[in-house]
């Protein structure tokens, strides 16, 4: 009888992780994808910019008024099941089940809240305004640029296979391919054919074109990160192991700063940190300097592809404050349009820094999928359920949660009044990916010679961390 009770336990033993594993996958809902469409879409220029009846001061183009915004879904999979909800009443908007390499696009109005469910795994792009005076559309071959990070396709902003809806001008070559490992990275259309095949060794980058509307895979046989980027939008950088609070960090630069417009890599400490900068081209070192304890530097390295290093967790944002009229006055030289709309996310037992550009128009939100969600801004705690949502006001933010949260920030120019967000693009993490951790054997940048420091700084922030920056919450249930 001892003999079967033992046997009995050894194989109760060994059967409790597979239904434990099982479990796991039982409680696996699903994924969400939450945001909110901006109120206001459109431009007021200066009117010398006008050939008709220049007024002079400023007046929104009457082209660039959009009512709604475009998301699109793309499938990893067959049978990928996709809801569209609006919030907070969860009204059901849209409900298909779409295959592998599918696109479904969803027109929400402006000043709506949403979120989309899916049973498996999707990219989801969220785009706004008008493009040549023309509404957006699908049928189109040119969309607003995405100004993001691209998510593989287990969630996380490096790995070995990509899938997504290309979005970008006519012209121009906005996305770039870095290879973290020695790799030998294909393009696929979306009807399977090979569009390009490259190699790339570590530490080297391909520029791409893609047509806008069409869907596309990228498979490597070593880490890679796809990145698009335009100097003219304000987007945080996730960092190379995952989430918004790392060491390691490569991002799309510039080797053209204009010294007139405030903008530039805000990297933010949470502990003093001492920050390296590379030139990824040219493999040499450019910057070198210590980051005090929550307080943001600005930078501007000059350098068509950076490489971030940091002893200590840093948050790292590219950020467009604008406006600005550059030397000249207007006409002489232009007038600089800094915007935004980007997502970063928080996980438990991290410090994330969420900054929303002082001195500018914003709507951005917080959002849970838990119920009993603890989120903490600036050390005061707030507590979302699922579903809920809540304004993140202006300024820097120290943010830390109980579970994964997803924050939304929108901002465009104070100046004029009758100014809004012209037009946006951008991917949409799966709030449930957030947390996803890599471990990236990242391969040295071998130095060149000793190189001049081309990087400047544009000044320490003045904005500390401010104590209950929130003053209020909505909070709403499923």
């Known amino acids: 009888m001892k003999t079967k009770l033992l046997i009995l336990f050894s194989f109760v033993l060994l059967l409790t992780p597979i239904l434990a594993f099982a479990q796991t996958n ?48 793309l499938a990893y999979e067959d049978d990928t099941e996709v809801k569209v909800y609006t919030l907070p009443q969860k009204v059901l908007f849209k409900d298909e089940t779409i295959s592998e390499m599918e696109m479904l696009f969803v027109e929400l109005p402006n000043a709506t809240f949403f979120k989309v469910c899916t049973n498996k795994p999707v990219t989801v792009e969220f785009l706004g305004g008008n493009v040549g005076g023309e509404e957006l559309d699908p049928t189109m071959n040119k969309a607003p640029l995405i100004n993001s990070f691209y998510p593989a396709v287990d969630g996380s902003y490096v790995g070995k296979e990509f899938i997504f809806i290309a979005a970008q001008g ?98 933010i400490a949470a502990e003093e940190a001492k920050v390296t900068i590379y030139d990824v081209e040219f493999r040499r070192k450019i910057g070198e300097f210590a980051v005090p304890a929550g307080r943001n530097i600005t930078i501007t390295p000059k350098s068509d592809e950076i490489f971030i290093e940091s002893d200590n967790p840093v948050s790292v944002a590219f950020v467009h404050h604008g406006p600005s009229v550059h030397a000249g006055g207007i006409g002489g030289g232009g007038w600089a349009y800094g915007a935004g709309l980007t997502y970063l996310g928080v996980s438990p ?129 499923k």
């Not at 510039?254 to 890599?265: C, E």
């Not at 990916?433 to 010679?449: H, N």
Request: proline share 5%; charged share 15%.
């Open 26 to 73: 039982a409680n696996q809902e699903g994924y969400t994808y939450y945001g909110h469409v901006p109120a206001k879409i459109w431009f007021a220029e200066p009117t010398e910019y006008q050939v008709v009846q220049p007024k002079g001061g400023w007046e929104i183009n009457p082209l660039s008024i959009a009512e709604s915004a475009l998301i699109g879904v």
């Open 170 to 267: 006519l012209t121009g070559q906005p996305y770039r391919i870095v290879a973290l490992e020695n790799s030998d990275v294909t393009v696929y259309k979306e009807d399977g054919s090979t569009l390009t095949s490259f190699a790339l060794e570590a530490n080297e980058y391909k520029s791409l074109s893609l047509t806008a509307f069409k869907a596309f895979k990228v498979t490597s046989t070593g880490n890679i990160i796809v990145q698009t980027f335009d100097t003219g939008r304000s987007m945080y950088v996730p960092s190379v192991d995952g989430g918004y609070a790392g060491t390691d960090f490569y991002t799309v630069a510039t080797t053209d700063w204009d010294p007139t417009v405030t903008y530039g890599f805000q990297i």
């Open 349 to 477: 037992g991290e410090t994330v820094y969420a900054y929303v550009p002082l001195s500018t128009c914003q709507e951005s939100f917080v959002f849970a999928y838990k119920d009993g969600t603890v989120v903490t801004i600036d050390g005061a705690p707030v507590v979302l359920d699922a579903d809920g949502y809540m304004p993140l006001a202006l300024g820097l933010h120290e943010m830390k949660s109980t579970e994964n949260v997803l924050i939304q920030i929108v901002h465009w120019p104070q100046t004029p009044e009758i100014q809004a967000l012209e037009s946006f693009g951008t991917i949409v993490p799966a709030i449930e990916t957030l947390d996803i951790r890599k471990t990236v054997q990242l391969q040295p940048i071998p130095e060149a010679e000793t190189a001049t420091m081309t990087y400047i700084y544009a000044g320490v922030a003045v904005a500390a961390i401010a104590a209950a920056a929130v003053i209020y919450y909505i909070k709403f249930r």
